[in-house]
């Protein structure tokens, strides 16, 4: 068992920074990926990036040059997704995701176990 643990959100004007950070406790061999969805109101949750065991990330294209994921190099148990040059369109609850089944793309919420329960980035213009 995982259990993922989000802060750091909060609310930003259009340009603003912020980092988000994922403790994951419990099983450190249940998290062969850990990632960062969003879900906006009326929106379905999308996969924003994915940081696998090897260190290799991946990003969806909305956020690609604006986002970096990365994890502690000491305690792989905490993620970051560092978010730059926020965007009103950026506004959503966001959630961190681990240990993936494989079954589908990276970007799928259906392919992980593992859910924290969100934060929410709020961008105003």
């Known amino acids: 068992q995982v259990q993922l643990e989000e802060s750091g959100g909060g609310s930003v004007q259009t340009g603003g920074s912020l980092r988000l950070t994922c403790t994951a406790h419990?099983?450190?061999?249940?998290?062969?990926?850990m990632g960062w969805f969003r879900k906006a109101p009326g929106m379905q949750r999308e996969g924003l990036a994915v940081?696998?065991?090897?260190?290799?990330?991946?990003y969806a294209d909305s956020v690609k040059g604006r986002f970096t994921i990365s994890q502690d190099n000491a305690h792989d148990n905490t993620l970051y997704l560092q978010m730059n040059n926020l965007k009103p369109e950026d506004t959503a609850i966001y959630y961190c995701?681990?240990?993936?089944?494989?079954?589908?793309?990276?970007?799928?919420?259906?392919?992980?176990?593992?859910w924290g329960r969100g934060t929410q980035v709020t961008v105003s213009s």
């Open positions: 995701a681990a240990q993936r089944r494989f079954r589908g793309s990276w970007s799928d919420d259906y392919d992980y176990f593992y």
């Open positions: 419990g099983d450190n061999h249940n998290r062969n990926c």
């Open positions: 940081i696998d065991s090897d260190g290799r990330s991946f």
